[in-house]
């Protein structure tokens, strides 16, 4: 596609609740990024991918979350037994091969947990 | 720990107004240092700066870097309403391909 798109744009989901955030990125984009943003505050990095692989896990915050890619395309981050504090705005992005540093961002995911 | 402090945290000027926007940075192995704006919710690329000293421009926008004290500074002259955004800094440094916002500066131009 022309952009990175993210789905869904909004979802509200009740406490405990598991939620699936997908993302398609720019075609031929080998690198996948996610970031969360919650109300007022910076992004927070997540996790990143090259390829299908994540060399770079760090950022998730505990073991509710989890994100895979495949086909070197898209990719689902996956939040299990939502609480409150999961609430955000959840941003991909994608980067081309030898483009370091020039992220392509979706619009976004809100989550809204009740 | 990489650490990245934007200053101001906020600014409004009026249209017309130059402003200056700061960030500064403390990390290991430093590779570049990258501005985006977000107006909504998708931040867009505006520069990587590798070194020092070396202006990068676009249009009414430019940005330097110095890896001597460790800051860069994005530059707006004549602001125009479409610059109200929160404008992001991210250091980036090798051996590590995430990179760590700054929280921003959230600039208003008031028409």
């Known amino acids: 596609g022309a952009g990175v798109s993210q789905s869904p744009s909004n979802k509200v989901t009740e406490k405990g609740k598991d939620v699936e955030l997908r993302c398609d990125p720019i075609s031929g984009h080998t690198a996948l990024y996610w970031y969360r943003q919650r109300l007022g505050q910076g992004l927070e990095f997540l996790i990143y991918?090259?390829?299908?692989?994540?060399?770079?896990k760090s950022g998730l915050p505990s073991d509710r979350f989890s994100a895979e890619r495949t086909g070197e395309s898209v990719s689902t981050l996956t939040i299990q037994r939502t609480q409150q504090e999961d609430s955000a705005v959840y941003l991909c992005?994608?980067?081309?091969?030898?483009?370091?540093?020039?992220?392509?961002f979706g619009e976004g995911s809100r989550l809204t947990v009740l | 720990e990489d650490k990245v402090v934007q200053s101001p945290l906020s600014l409004v000027v009026h249209e017309g107004d130059t402003v200056t926007l700061n960030c500064s940075y403390e990390?290991?192995?430093?590779?570049?240092l990258l501005w985006y704006k977000q107006e909504k919710k998708a931040p867009t690329f505006l520069f990587m700066l590798?070194?020092?000293?070396i202006e990068k421009k676009s249009g009414r926008l430019s940005s330097i870097l110095d890896k001597k004290e460790l800051f860069s500074i994005l530059n707006i002259t004549a602001t125009q309403t479409g610059d109200s955004a929160i404008y992001l800094c991210?250091?980036?440094?090798?051996?590590?391909?995430?990179?760590?916002f700054g929280t921003g500066t959230r600039l208003t131009i008031i028409p």
């Open positions: 991210a250091p980036s440094n090798f051996g590590n391909e995430k990179l760590t």
């Open positions: 991918f090259q390829g299908n692989s994540a060399p770079d």
């Open positions: 992005a994608s980067q081309g091969q030898g483009r370091f540093g020039e992220l392509f």
């Open positions: 990390v290991t192995n430093f590779r570049s």
């Open positions: 590798t070194s020092s000293g």
